[in-house]
């Protein structure tokens, strides 16, 4: 995986609970579907808070996404 | 006062730290800690001061405070990164969310360093030593940077102890260990013994602590008047300051400088500069719902030299002409003639502005200026910054509004325990 921190335009699921679920996003003018997240975990550091997403894409490729609850932003971390 | 259990806990390296974790973060790999890098001042604007440094540039020569440029000259190797205060301030907020979750009494010392009252807290149950190891590995496992904590009944203790050896330990320095953890110690490293300090006690052979706690307090007390007294109280490890959980104001001064284009050499350029210095402090005072009662104005020649002088009001005050008025004065004082590169101005001694005293000899005038600001204000802020600026400004080259960079002091910094 090569590490990015790009930030990306997402489409996610905020269910009743508060659970964050990331669904699709836009990467090089590609929209990319969420497929299947193997881990979420939140990261603090510095202070700052993150969930941190690993997905897999089409069964094979592992890639990261980020949630940066301060700034309500998505970066695309590693693919 | 003895059956109390303090923590003191600092950040190690903090500014790189806190900057290495931010990196890792946003996944650049850059070793801060272990490389030649300094944090510092903007790089492009070519001033700017080193405000923290790696340990292999510590080594190097490479000290908080010097200009980058001299720091270069030191250390060739040296990669110089811009601050980026808002991780700081998070990452300090963050960090002391955490351990108020431990005990509700945490009181802030500075940006990167903390008291904790830890008596009667079930993480010390078992052991002091096991509840600071858990605490210290709790920080870094979360937050990713380590931190020093030291152990003793008293808030000077604890904190002389997270200072023997660094990074990521725990000390304890408890009234028992002061004669052979503490005393052996050269005297510049007690609190409150700075460079001013070391130079009158070497002059008179006082060289470590054990030394200056044996000392003749008298002697002391000619010497360094009632400081002399403390430092001594210090070195006997005797500190009965209490644990103050700080509420309140959130800055301890406010202030704005700029370094001028050119070098002013003209009184009444000066006067403007310092109005329109003036004009922005005091607008951020008043956003704030601050007043203030002492005045500072600092000048810096063109030759580097430093002048300054500040002088303590009867009244609290946020009106601009008032504190213009007292600026130029202070200004008429300090300054003997000769061009100066840079301005500042900066209002301390803060309180509430609704807690405001009212004044016995104020004018009409005073009034009308007091209504006046905020409205002025008010009509900065909807119809842009230069929608109104005073008349003196006109054709004149000069800014209405200087400064505006941020240089207040971080609200819970004190040197006092």
Known sequence: MKLLNHPIEMIAVFDIDGKITPAKFRYEDKVVRVEKIIKRQKEKLAGNERWVFTCMHQQNYLYELKYEIDTQKWFLFKK | MSDKIIFHIDVNSAFLSWHQAYYRQIGRDENLLEDYYAIGGNEKKRHGIVLAKSIPAKKMGVKTGQSLMEARQICPKLKVIPPRYDVYVKASKKLRELLMSYTPLVEVFSIDECFMDMSGTSIIQKSVEKGAFFLKEKVKKEFGYTVNIGIS?????????????????????????????????????????????????????????????????????????????????????????????????????????????????????????????????????REANLVCNVVSVGIKSSEFLNFGKQRKLSFFTDVTQTLYQEAIQLFSEIWDGKPIRHFSVRFSNLEWSYRKQIHWFNSQIDYKMEALDPVIDRIRDKYGTYSVMRGCYVHSGLEPLLGGYPDDDYPDMSSLL
Request: net charge neutral.
């Open chain 2, 153 to 285: 009944n008293c808030k000077l203790l604890a904190k002389q102890a997270s200072e023997f050896e660094k990074p990521d330990k725990v000390h304890t320095l408890f009234p028992e260990e002061v004669p052979h953890k503490l005393w052996p110690l050269p005297v510049e490293e007690l609190f409150m013994v700075g460079n001013k300090t070391k130079i009158k006690l070497q002059r008179i052979g006082i060289e470590t602590i054990e030394q200056l706690a044996s000392c003749e307090t008298s002697l002391l007390e000619t010497l360094m008047k009632s400081h002399g007294r403390l430092i001594q109280q210090y070195a006997k490890g005797i500190d009965d300051s209490i644990f103050v959980k700080k509420e309140g104001l959130p800055f301890k001064g406010i202030g704005n400088g700029s370094t001028i284009a050119f070098d002013v050499i003209d009184q009444e350029t000066a006067r403007h500069i310092l109005l329109s210095l003036v004009e922005t402090a005091s607008a951020r005072l």
